[in-house]
């Protein structure tokens, strides 16, 4: 772990005697996400589908965050602690000193492009653990089954003003215990123009489950698209995953969602989507689907209040509902 900090610390030092001195400008934000879910209750206490916003009849902090960032013209530094029932659930693997790391990188920028060091947030999908950023409270099935956080390295550069693509070489699918290092690469590349916005990310790495006897290949391959219009936004994310030898292990997912603004402070939203994963890779379950309905209300510039009905179907449950009360506070 020192070695790979090193390694990043002399790759932005290479040029940065030559540059004027610039001030440093301090920037503070955060965020609190709190919830009730009311459902029936199981052995877990938890929506065993999700992990962010997942604890049921009680309620929960999802995520509280505070984001420093000090940036000139050559440098960025960003570091954003955080805590809460996202962060407890989803965390767990790492030791205890690092399930509080939301982001915490070092980025070196150039004339055109920027390289950074450290832990950064998943590049994958159209959603983040910032629900208040999101067209819906809680999170679709396809964030919950990539990523949601990776280490290592990142690179980006604008390809033109419309196209601008990033590279990241990564310590494995969510790791950031460099002691068991498993080297993989993904990438980014967004388009933006008006009022759409296309994404398309990558995963190539190898990792190894509880029930395989060594590694095996992992792909991925996901693409989402955002259309934004007056009072309307809609949103739409699918991917296909495969791994394993002749990667003979496939899942796949697809999601819409759509928000309508009836107000500066009133927002409906909806969403459908559908995940088959016959093989078991994520999913316990070979299918699985969910809808869900929901109202979002602006009590003022930094606070919101709402609630969302939520449904699953399973194989092994064809009807299993949710219902979440919600606050979120961003500044």
């Not at 050559?74 to 962060?87: E, I, L, V």
Request: positive net charge; charged residues 15%.
């Amino acid at each position: 772990m020192k070695r790979f900090w090193l390694i990043g610390f002399m790759l932005f030092s290479l040029s940065s005697f030559a540059e004027e001195k610039d001030t440093l400008r301090f920037q503070l934000h955060g965020l609190i996400d709190g919830y009730s879910t009311f459902g029936k209750s199981n052995s877990q206490g938890k929506i065993p589908y999700l992990v962010s916003s997942s604890n049921i009849n009680s309620f929960q902090l999802n995520l509280s965050m505070m984001e420093f960032t000090w940036e000139n013209a050559s440098w960025k530094m960003a570091f954003s602690p955080a805590y809460g029932s996202y962060m407890q659930q989803n965390y767990a693997a790492e030791k205890w000193y690092k399930r509080w790391i939301y982001e915490a990188y070092v980025q070196r920028n150039f004339k055109k492009s920027n390289l950074a060091v450290g832990v950064f947030s998943s590049p994958y999908t159209q959603e983040t653990p910032k629900s208040i950023d999101q067209i819906s409270y809680s999170r679709s099935l396809a964030p919950e089954y990539v990523p949601y956080y990776i280490s290592g390295l990142r690179f980006q550069v604008p390809i033109s003003k419309t196209w601008n693509i990033s590279l990241f070489a990564m310590n494995g699918w969510q790791k950031m215990n460099y002691a068991q290092f498993s080297p993989s690469i993904g990438s980014l590349l967004t388009y933006k123009k008006n009022e759409w916005t296309i994404n398309w990310s990558t995963y190539f790495g190898h990792e190894k489950e509880s029930q395989a006897k060594e590694l095996q290949t992992r792909f991925l391959s996901e693409w989402n698209v955002q259309y934004a219009h007056g009072k309307i936004i809609t949103q739409a994310c699918f991917y296909v995953g495969t791994q394993g030898i002749n990667f003979s292990r496939n899942w796949w997912q697809m999601n819409g969602q759509l928000a309508y603004s009836f107000s500066a402070k009133t927002k409906c939203y909806a969403r459908a989507e559908y995940f088959s994963d016959p093989s078991m890779v994520q999913l316990s379950q070979g299918k699985l689907s969910s809808e869900s309905i929901g109202v979002n209300y602006a009590l003022n510039d930094v606070m919101n209040i709402g609630t969302e009905f939520r449904c699953f179907q399973s194989e092994k449950k064809a009807f299993e509902p949710y219902q979440f009360l919600f606050f979120q506070l961003k500044f």
